[in-house]
């Protein structure tokens, strides 16, 4: 199912997952739609550190004492969590989500076009299947470089969001220039793997130029790349000095991430030549220097 956006696809699905007397059990990092979708259900929620399996085991073990028992039980995380570029474990939520029957919902718009097989998203990745995995949400607007949001899974899944998910069903559809343009670049990914190939060898390129400069990059496993800077002055500080040298990237600070955690956000493409990335770690260089980060 397409939707106008990532954004409401979660907002418009996830609340009409649960309801009372159900739990949503969410990793403590999860992309602000879901807090969000989850804020819009009448259910109870549990948090478990980010990508912590053995506290989502707890939370999970706490949740079966739960009287009376839980009637749905649904785990939301991010694929790719979009601050810091690092992995859900999803292998292991899905194990311990079986065990207890609860369903699996990630939302993989940062995954998309860059993990798993040509492109196909971390569930791919993992080679996880739909039984372990119950939903997909993706977004047109990342690698895709489109606009629209969709969510997949089993024909039960797609029957229930089609009566209940209300930013589909009281929403307009995509236009038809955007729908032609989606499934444009879905023919590219599936006909020309060299793009994801190329996004990760220019993430490599980069990320180690700015590891052998002293930089930071936090926890990142994706061509989501953050360089952190701790106080918030400081990232935006550096976001500036590097706009000034052309390199365009925004700077993240409290409320979106505590307050010591302020960092730049650079995300890779595919498009990126070595040449532009050489530029853009010289102005990272310079920057850092200046601002007594390297």
């Known amino acids: 199912m397409t939707y106008q956006t990532g954004f409401m696809a979660n907002q418009g699905l996830i609340p009409q997952l649960c309801g ?33 399996a053995e506290d989502f085991a707890r939370v999970m073990k706490e949740a079966e004492k739960h009287k009376p028992s839980y009637e749905h039980i649904w785990i939301l995380t991010d694929g790719v969590f979009s601050m810091d ?22 939302d993989d718009a940062h995954g998309e076009g860059v993990l798993g097989e040509g492109g196909r998203g971390i569930v791919n990745h993992f080679n996880l299947s ?4 119950h939903v ?8 895709f470089g489109v606009i629209g949001g969709h969510i997949s899974g089993g024909e039960d899944l797609r029957n229930f969001a089609y009566n209940k998910s209300r930013t589909w069903l009281l929403s307009g559809a995509m236009s038809p220039g955007v729908a032609a343009a989606c499934i444009a670049a879905i023919d590219v990914l599936e006909s020309e793997p060299r793009h994801v190939r190329k996004v990760w060898e220019n993430r490599e390129y980069f990320i180690k130029a700015l590891k052998d400069l002293g930089f930071d990059t936090g926890n990142s496993e994706t061509p989501i790349v953050p ?34 955690k302020a960092r730049i956000r650079t995300q890779l493409s595919a498009k990126h030549t070595n040449e532009q990335l050489d530029k853009a770690v010289e102005a990272f ?7 007594g980060l390297i």
Request: some cysteine; proline content about 4%.
């Open 285 to 291: 260089e310079e920057g850092g220097k200046k601002l």
């Open 20 to 52: 009372r007397g159900d739990l949503f059990v969410s990793d403590e990092l999860n992309h602000g739609s879901i807090i969000d979708g989850v804020r819009l259900s009448h259910a109870d929620r549990a948090i478990f550190k980010h990508k912590d």
């Open 227 to 260: 360089v952190m800077c701790g106080e918030s002055k400081k990232a935006k500080d550096l976001a500036n000095f590097i706009w000034k040298r052309g390199i365009f990237s925004l700077p993240i600070v409290y409320p979106m991430v505590s307050r010591d």
């Open 136 to 143: 997909e949400m993706g977004t047109f607007s990342k690698a």
């Open 85 to 106: 570029g690092d992995l859900a474990p999803l292998p292991e939520i899905a194990k311990i989500a079986k065990e207890y029957g609860a369903g699996v919902y990630v």
């Open 130 to 133: 739909r039984d372990e995995v």
